[in-house]
């Protein structure tokens, strides 16, 4: 007797053509999928970069960040220029105060002109003087350098000192504020030749502190806008130097 199967037979498949379809099963259900594209070394020193942007972009003092430094140069030309003033200023200074220190007589005021009980520049104030010029010029030197080579780390010290005369100013204004009255001590202070001093006494008081103050917001102001100029450039050139780090390390990573 010849047994007959319910279901179809299943035939075997042509050479080349791969196995057979399980019953009931789809092609594609069968067929392999694809894995994931390999990355590349590109793609993958870019991957940092989104994360990066995402927390300075999350950072309360990123909406202060820019690149442009009074709206015509960059941050790093304007720390450079910054830098370089500061240097002739402070060499200028320093020149003055050696030649006071070999010719005393040609800066020397005596008690007399100056209304008071005190010399002008004793030979000690002049030494201190003269150590903080040369210490200016070092940090504005080191300024200067560390915007030109792009090392972020020579900009701290002139940052440093950025702050700290921004703080000397604030605390001058709140002390005009709080004692109004210091001014006409001070005035009554200087000497008798001293350019403009009863036209500037005989102001009303009121008025003369109105304008002292307005006159320290300008600076204030003004050097606020050049301590964001040189913490910006510190901010680009650190991020500069790391991100050339990350693709250093995802090249080498590439490489092995």
């Not at 789809?26 to 894995?35: D, F, K, L, V």
């Not at 350098?145 to 000397?168: E, M, S, T, V």
């Not at 964001?228 to 991100?243: A, E, F, T």
Request: one cysteine or more; charged letters at 10%.
């Amino acid at each position: 007797r010849t047994q007959v199967s319910a279901g179809p037979a299943e035939l075997p498949p042509p050479p080349g053509l791969g196995p057979s379809l399980p019953a009931g099963g789809t092609e594609s259900s069968a067929r392999p999928q694809p894995g994931p594209a390999p990355r590349s070394g590109a793609d993958r020193g870019a991957e940092p970069e989104p994360r990066g942007a995402a927390e300075m972009l999350s950072s309360p003092w990123a909406r202060f960040y820019s690149n442009s430094c009074c709206l015509c140069c960059h941050v790093r030309t304007g720390t450079i220029i910054l830098g370089i003033w500061y240097l002739i200023i402070n060499s200028v200074v320093l020149l003055i105060l050696l030649s006071a220190l070999t010719d005393p007589d040609q800066y020397h005021l005596t008690s007399a002109e100056l209304g008071g009980d005190f010399e002008f520049m004793d030979d000690a104030n002049m030494c201190i003087a003269t150590a903080i010029s040369l210490l200016m010029i070092l940090i504005c030197a080191m300024a200067t350098y560390g915007a030109y080579k792009q090392h972020a780390a020579w900009i701290i010290p002139f940052f440093c000192y950025q702050i700290f005369d921004f703080a000397l100013n604030t605390l001058v204004a709140i002390s005009v504020l709080v004692y109004p009255s210091t001014i006409q001590d001070y005035l009554r202070q200087l000497p008798n030749n001293f350019p403009y001093k009863e036209e500037i006494m005989s102001v009303n008081p009121t008025c003369l502190v109105v304008i002292i103050l307005l006159f320290i917001s300008i600076i204030l102001a003004f050097k606020g806008y050049l301590i964001s100029c040189v913490w910006n450039c510190y901010r680009y050139i650190n991020g500069r130097n790391n991100s050339d780090v990350l693709v250093y390390i995802t090249t080498n990573d590439t490489a092995v």
